[in-house]
């Protein structure tokens, strides 16, 4: 049994949470609840950069970084792997994935009261914003259709989700009709559905 040290809320960690579920590898990973704002000595020894995910394996020790933990999932998940990581869908995960860190920036701004920096944070929310508008453009394409998500088109969903919940930019589907179709049929899947962003 392999350990996941993450949280309900965490982006990052649900992208890996998804992609277990769509790999049908959720039995061999145990969820610990991590705080990471705790700073736990399990977490630091684990990745002195005190971030979650991390995944706890067999033959590789601790892997933190999200894109990491999920190429070590496909790999084991051998040649059949149902989530697709070709090129395309890890140009889209890399993308969501910086649209998240700066949305996280927006989000530990007000969450630490930090003061100032206003033009730092406003180009935080243009990328995010530029992020969503080349999702809508590029929705039409994405292939999961009603199949599954590839691991970019996982990240998709999980961003738009975040976006909605903690809302450091407003609302992410306005003016996004193609996204909004994809994020919603997408997130009408079990494995979405059973990893909902909660605090
Ligand atoms: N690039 C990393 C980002 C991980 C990350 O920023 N995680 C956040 C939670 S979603 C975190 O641990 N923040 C705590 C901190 O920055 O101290 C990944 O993809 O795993």
């Given at each position: 049994m392999?350990t996941?040290?993450?949280?309900?809320?965490?982006?990052?960690?649900?992208k890996?949470?998804?992609?277990l579920?769509?790999l049908g590898?959720?039995?061999?990973?145990?969820?610990k609840?991590?705080?990471?704002l705790?700073d736990?000595?399990?977490?630091?020894?684990?990745n002195?950069?005190?971030?979650?995910p991390?995944?706890?394996?067999?033959?590789?020790?601790?892997i933190?970084?999200?894109?990491l933990i999920?190429?070590?999932?496909?790999?084991?998940?051998?040649?059949?792997?149902?989530?697709?990581?070709d090129?395309?869908?890890?140009?889209?995960?890399?993308l969501?994935?910086?649209?998240?860190?700066?949305?996280?920036?927006?989000v530990?701004r007000?969450?630490f009261?930090l003061?100032g920096?206003?033009t730092?944070?406003q180009r935080?929310?243009d990328?995010?914003?530029?992020?969503?508008?080349?999702?809508?453009?590029?929705?039409?394409g994405?292939?999961?259709g009603e199949?599954?998500?590839?691991?970019?088109?996982?990240?998709?969903?999980?961003l738009?989700?975040?976006?909605?919940f903690?809302q450091?930019?407003?609302?992410?589907?306005?003016g996004?009709?193609?996204?909004?179709?994809?994020?919603?049929?997408?997130?009408?899947?079990?494995?979405?559905?059973?990893t909902?962003p909660?605090?």
């Open positions: 392999m996941l040290y993450s949280i309900g809320i965490s982006p990052f960690g649900r890996i949470k998804v992609l579920k769509e590898m959720e039995n061999q990973v145990e969820v609840p991590t705080q990471t705790e736990p000595a399990f977490l630091i020894s684990a002195p950069l005190g971030k979650i991390v995944l706890k394996t067999p033959d590789h020790g601790d933190s970084n999200s894109p999920a190429r070590y999932l496909i790999e084991r998940a051998g040649p059949q792997a149902a989530v697709k990581a090129w395309e869908a890890l140009k889209l995960e890399a969501c994935d910086g649209a998240l860190e700066a949305a996280l920036l927006l530990y007000k969450r009261d003061v920096g206003d730092y944070f935080q929310a990328k995010v914003r530029r992020t969503l508008d080349r999702l809508e453009a590029l929705a039409s994405f292939t999961a199949g599954v998500p590839t691991l970019g088109e996982i990240q998709v969903v999980v738009a989700e975040y976006l909605a903690r450091p930019v407003g609302d992410w589907r306005d996004r009709p193609q996204l909004s179709a994809f994020v919603d049929r997408m997130a009408a899947r079990p494995s979405f559905l059973a909902q909660a605090d």
